[in-house]
């Protein structure tokens, strides 16, 4: 699981084992990010299920002014 573009690019993003969390596929957060990609810059995104951040992080990464992340699993806060 890494960023896909943006200013941090290529980083790489660590999740917790198990089912705790189930990231976003790879190809799924390409499908959304190419959906809405000159819409970001400037923005505040709100990731409501963020296990693992990336969403958000990949939104921060494309320009967003801000993401708020919301997590529900103690686990993965």
């Known amino acids: ?3 896909i ?3 941090a690019r290529g980083t790489k ?3 917790l084992e ?3 969390t ?3 596929l790879q190809r ?3 499908v959304i990010f190419s959906a809405i990609q000159f819409d ?3 923005r505040v995104v709100l990731d409501l299920f963020a296990g693992s951040g990336q969403m958000g992080l990949e939104a921060l990464s ?3 002014e801000k993401a708020v992340k919301r997590i529900y699993i103690k686990t993965a806060a």
């Open 18 to 20: 198990g089912e705790a």
């Open 5 to 7: 573009t943006g200013t």
């Open 13 to 15: 993003l660590r999740t």
């Open 62 to 64: 494309r320009g967003a």
């Open 22 to 24: 189930r990231p976003t």
């Open 28 to 30: 799924a957060k390409e």
């Open 1 to 3: 699981m890494n960023i």
């Open 40 to 42: 970001i810059e400037g």
